[in-house]
Structure formats: C-alpha cells, structure tokens
C-alpha cells in the first residue's frame, strides 16, 4: 500500500508551491502594512504615558483616549486581515 500512497505527494507538492507562489507576496505586503500601523499607535501610547500629567492638567483625556481607539482600530483591520 505504501507504493500507491506516495502518487498523491507530487501532485500535492505542485499544488503547494502553487498556492505559496500566489499567497507569498500579499502576506509579505500586509505584514509591512501591520508594522506601519502599529508604529503610529506605540508612539502615540508612549507619548501619552510620558505627558499624562500635562494631558490630566490640561483635561485632554477624551481627546486622546480618542486618537488612541482609532489607532487602535486602524491596526486591528490590518491585524486581522493578516490573520483572516
């Protein structure tokens, strides 16, 4: 039986480097996509949490907490396109 089973393996392999042929340049173009979405959020978070007293002091706290969620929601519809 061994025989027969391996006359799927080349047809198989084919099939994969085909699909890995197609998906290989979208998945790279959409993990550079994630990575330059995430960048603006970090720094932004980072900045944030290094002037809270000012952002507190001033009553700025919606403002931010708004920017924040839409950078947020911007990296997760790159996220999960990468995943989905």
Not at 32 to 60: C, K, N, Q
Request: net charge positive; aromatic share 14%; with cysteine.
């Amino acid at each position: 039986t061994a025989p027969w089973s391996l006359l799927g393996v080349p047809p198989f392999c084919v099939g994969y480097a085909l699909v890995m042929h197609v998906y290989r340049w979208p998945a790279r173009d959409l993990k550079r996509l994630e990575a330059v979405s995430r960048s603006p959020m970090l720094s932004h978070f980072s900045d944030t949490l290094r002037g809270s007293s000012t952002i507190l002091t001033y009553s700025h706290e919606q403002r931010f907490i708004h920017h924040n969620l839409k950078l947020c929601a911007t990296y997760a519809q790159t996220h999960y396109t990468y995943w989905a």
